[in-house]
Structures are given as structure tokens and as C-alpha cells.
């Protein structure tokens, strides 16, 4: 029997969901929780019809003091140790720095720091006394680039950037063999993705369908031959996203930099293209 033990915050559905897959075909018997019970339970049925007997899951609210404790115990009574923690949990809203609620901004602390905070105050033990492990907490690339129309989700995470690296220190300090890392993903296809591409007033139906626009005009815009055609049609596409940035009272910085990049796609093209400085003679 693999004794692995891992659990992983918020797993039901999108990453986490594919995260859980992939370790129990690494041999890991995983502890699902999710706020989403039936969501969570499919999860787990479906990854015990893969592998008998790897998957279990737990309701939970992740921003629950007293249930983190319970699942704990839970882990450690039935699995005896715990060896991967995965801080998965998240929400995102729409809101700038001048629209966002203050209501919005704690919902994303509770959900995606209060949860990494109370997962870390109480598995480190039960990592520690597992022979270490480690933990990772799933952050963005919004730590580093800063997304004003995603303003609060961009504080949590950035304060999750900062306790990843306390987590680790403290671990290494003690030699608790317990490493804690940060994922900083890009934006990937999960429901949480099509939530907020909804709330900029696109259907998800259009998703795929923007994609392909935007790597069509850029091709045309790479290939010499088709880079005027591909300038032409970037500038109408930059045009669209400018509008949806003042249709969500996105921060200036998002509205000017919509014609900031269309001014460089023209000036590229101008130092590249003969014709088009002979044009503009
Ligand atoms: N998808 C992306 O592009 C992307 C990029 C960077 C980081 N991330 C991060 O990856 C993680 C997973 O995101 P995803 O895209 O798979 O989203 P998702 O919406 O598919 O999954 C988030 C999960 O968290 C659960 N959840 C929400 N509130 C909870 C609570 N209070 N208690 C317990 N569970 C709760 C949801 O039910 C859901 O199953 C998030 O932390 C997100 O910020 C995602």
C-alpha cells in the first residue's frame, strides 16, 4: 500500500481537480475537501472508479478555524500521516482599487489567506510528525503583475506570496523537513477563469473564439507579407479590449495600455516595414 497521504483545499473543480487525478495515478491516496459537496463527491467517485480506495472526501469551508482542525484529525485518524498539502481554495471578483467592495476584498482574504494561514497553523504538525512533506499554495501571476480589475484577489494572493516564503523559513529554520512553495500560474481554462471573463460581459461561448482572433492577428502580423493586414486587425482587437476596459471601470493604466500596445504594434511595424515609413512620407 502507498502510504502518501495528501490533502488539498478546494479541489473539486479546475486545477485542483487535475491535480488530484494526476496524484493518485502517481500512487498517492488523496483527501479532497471543497465547500462544493457534490462537486467534491463526484471528484471522489470518480477517482476511486480510476483507483479503488484513493480518493476521500471531506465537506469544508476552507475559512473555518474549527473545521480545519476536524479535517486534521480526520486525516491523521484514518491515514495516520500527511505528506502533500495543497492550498488550492479560490474566488475572484471583479472590483478596481475604487470600485471593489470592502465586503469583496475580506471574501478573497478569507477564502485564499485565512485558509492558507489556518492550514499551515495546523498541518504543519501532522507534516512534521509524517516524517516533513510539502506544502504548496497556489498563487498567480497578479503577484507579480499587479491586475487592477482583479483587485482584491491580487492582495490575497500577493500576502499568500509573502507567507509562502515565512512558511519556509520557519520549516527550514526548526528542520521540520517540511518545504512550502508558491505556484504562480498565468491564466489557465477553469471555471473560475470563465466566471471572470463573464463578468467583463463575454459569454463563455466566446472564450475559445477570442483566443483564436487574437493568434490569427498576431500570425498575420509575424508573417512580412500579411503584416499590414495583421496590424490593421490588432488595432480593431486592442480597440474591443479598450472597451471593455472602460465598460469595467478598469484603471486608466488598463485603458491607456490597450493604445499604448497599438502604438508599438505600428511603430514595429514602421522600423520592419519599408513601406509602410515610405507611406508615411
Ligand atoms: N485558472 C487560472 O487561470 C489560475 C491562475 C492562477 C492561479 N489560479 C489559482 O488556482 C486555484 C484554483 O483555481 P481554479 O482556476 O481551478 O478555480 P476553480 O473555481 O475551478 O476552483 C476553485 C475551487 O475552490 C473552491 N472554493 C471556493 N471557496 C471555497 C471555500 N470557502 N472553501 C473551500 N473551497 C472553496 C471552489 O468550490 C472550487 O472547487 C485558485 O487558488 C486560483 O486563484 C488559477
Redesign the pocket.
Known amino acids: 500500500m502507498v502510504c502518501r497521504g495528501w490533502s488539498r ?10 491535480d488530484a487525478a494526476a496524484l493518485v495515478q502517481e500512487g498517492a491516496k488523496v483527501v479532497i ?4 459537496e457534490q ?2 463527491r463526484e471528484l471522489e467517485r470518480a477517482l476511486n472508479a480510476m483507483t479503488p480506495g484513493s480518493a476521500f472526501f471531506l465537506a ?4 473555518s478555524e474549527s473545521r480545519w482542525q476536524e479535517v486534521f484529525a480526520e486525516i491523521r485518524r484514518r491515514f495516520g500521516g500527511l505528506h502533500i498539502m495543497v ?6 471578483v471583479i472590483g478596481t482599487p475604487e470600485s471593489a467592495t470592502l465586503e469583496q476584498f475580506h471574501a478573497h482574504l ?3 489567506t485565512d ?1 492558507v494561514f489556518l492550514a499551515c497553523k495546523y498541518g504543519i504538525g501532522l507534516m512534521k510528525d509524517s516524517g516533513g512533506g510539502s506544502i504548496i499554495n ?5 503577484t507579480h503583475l499587479g491586475y487592477p480589475v482583479f483587485y482584491a ?1 491580487t492582495a490575497a ?1 500577493g500576502a499568500v506570496r509573502s507567507m509562502t516564503k515565512a512558511i519556509a523559513v520557519h520549516c527550514q529554520m526548526n528542520h521540520y523537513n517540511v518545504r512550502c512553495n508558491s ?11 470563465v ?1 471572470a471573463t463573464q463578468e467583463l460581459g463575454y459569454p463563455e461561448s466566446a472564450i475559445v473564439g477570442i483566443g483564436v482572433v487574437l493568434l490569427v492577428c498576431t500570425l498575420l502580423y509575424l508573417f512580412p507579407r500579411t503584416s499590414i493586414l495583421g496590424a490593421i486587425l490588432l488595432t480593431g482587437y486592442l480597440g474591443g479590449a479598450l472597451a471593455s476596459q472602460v465598460r469595467v471601470q478598469a484603471s486608466w493604466f488598463n485603458v491607456v495600455f490597450a493604445f499604448v500596445f497599438a502604438c508599438v504594434v505600428w511603430g514595429g511595424l514602421w522600423l520592419r516595414d519599408p513601406r509602410v515609413r515610405q507611406f508615411l512620407r
Open positions: 483545499g478546494g479541489a473539486a473543480s479546475g486545477l485542483g481537480k487535475a475537501t471543497d465547500i462544493n462537486a467534491g469544508q469551508d476552507v475559512s492550498n488550492n481554495a479560490g474566488m475572484v478569507r477564502v485564499m485558509s497556489m498563487c498567480s501571476t497578479a484577489y494572493k505556484i504562480h500560474a498565468g491564466a489557465i481554462d477553469t471555471p473560475m477563469v466566471k
